[in-house]
């Protein structure tokens, strides 16, 4: 059968995107069809302008701890419009790069949301096209829970581009999107209040990680209330907004940003008229090659059950476009992966928590460093840094590594390269460090600590 195209994608966001260039570079015939904007949840709403925003709000520190330097700085503003504008106008630059780079790989764009037909045939604006294989790339959505007064709650798409900045803003959920935005507004100069129904925020992580990063947010300023819903929110005369809470107390703030977890974005793309199977979550179910139980049908990314991280989409795929058009096989190893939590002190880990560690490796050894950045010895700052390494003590191979501090994004993907390769202990005590730096005390940690 002759189609129109040799590949049809369904969301130009990373992992789309991805696939389609390295398809079209592969000789393919290639279309992608969007309905919002090109590069997805990453470039428009998620990591691209989060990165920005945090960047925004390491001023406020950075001016204070300047003065123990000798900067004697006047006293600071900010002005909430210049950044949310200059952001908007960096993403419609990033926008029309994406468009370059899939006119260069001879993709075909698409603007609308694409729907499934048939297990080969998509709908875009009324218009049919057949194609031979379908990606569905469609990405995920936030989720706000109805309530009484959920209509007054933000996501995390609408945060960035509120008219007025909140002079108080509740920040609802425990997950890296939460806490990311907890220090982003407190770091701008918002009082903020995180309320997550748990015992503590950041679930999945190491648990000494998720301490540590608790105790250094809370001495930046946000007011962390855990054990803590909202049971309903009320629009004040003032336009303010009443937070009421399962304590039985309430907040009046300014916003209320609800970042309690992202849904697979589905609705209206079809699935009713193909054999694409979907898991009790909600997810796309997928084969290790990406494809669906309608086999002319692959989907990758957030809409599949797997880790929801841009990288992780990009080399997805990747893999799926090279193993489909250049008969490579579609192998992805996820283990030691590095990710980052851009709060404040940042997050970074690879490999296993020291709870996973445990349950896998009997005879666990762990090596920990606390400290004060030596920045803060003058500029006056209270936060303290913490790192681990875990390490299986019958073959010597480090498992796991965690950080707490400055940069650990920064730091830690260099690490991530070493764990891939299944460094040893051995091989990080035989590394010279580079000092004076933060990241050479995963080089110069000699000692093992007894469990906690």
Known sequence: MNYDYDLFVIGAGSGGVRASRIAGSLGAKVAICEDLYMGGTCVNVGCVPKKLYVYASEYSSHFEDAK??????????????????????????????????????NVEILRGRGRLVDSHTIEVNGQHFTAERIVLAVGGWPYIPQFPGSQYAVSSNEIFDLDEFPKRLAVVGGGYIAVEFA?????????????????????????????????????????????????SIDKLSDGSLKVHLSTGDSLVVGAVLYATGRKPKLTDLGLENVNVAISDHG?????????????????????????????????????????????????LNYNNIATTVFCQPNIGTIGMSEEKAREAYPNLVKYRSHYRAMRHNLGGSKERSMMKILVDGDTDKVVG????????????QGFAVA????????????????????????????????DD
């Open 68 to 105: 123990g330097f000798g900067w004697q700085t006047q006293a600071a503003s900010f002005n909430w419009a210049t950044l949310r504008d200059n952001k908007k106008e960096e993403i419609s630059r990033l926008n029309e790069i994406y468009d370059d780079l899939l006119g260069n790989a």
């Open 283 to 331: 997810y796309i179910e997928v084969n290790d090659q990406f494809q669906t139980s309608e086999p002319s049908i692959y989907a990758l990314g957030d809409a599949t059950e797997g880790m929801a991280l841009t990288p992780v989409a990009l080399e997805e795929g990747m893999a799926l476009a090279r193993h489909l058009y250049n008969d490579e096989p579609c192998q």
């Open 183 to 231: 220090g982003i507004f407190n770091g701008l100069g918002a009082a903020v209040t995180q309320l997550y129904r748990g015992e503590q925020f950041l679930r999945g992580f190491d648990n000494e990680v998720r301490d540590v990063a608790a105790t250094e947010i809370a001495k930046k300023g946000v007011d962390l209330r855990f054990k803590t819903d909202v049971t």
């Open 419 to 450: 764990m891939r390769m299944d460094a040893t202990k051995a091989d990080f005590d035989a590394t010279v460090g580079i000092h004076p730096t933060a990241a050479e005390e995963f080089v110069t940690m000699r000692d093992p600590v007894a």
């Open 401 to 412: 590594m965690h950080m707490v501090g400055a940069d650990a994004g920064e730091i830690m």
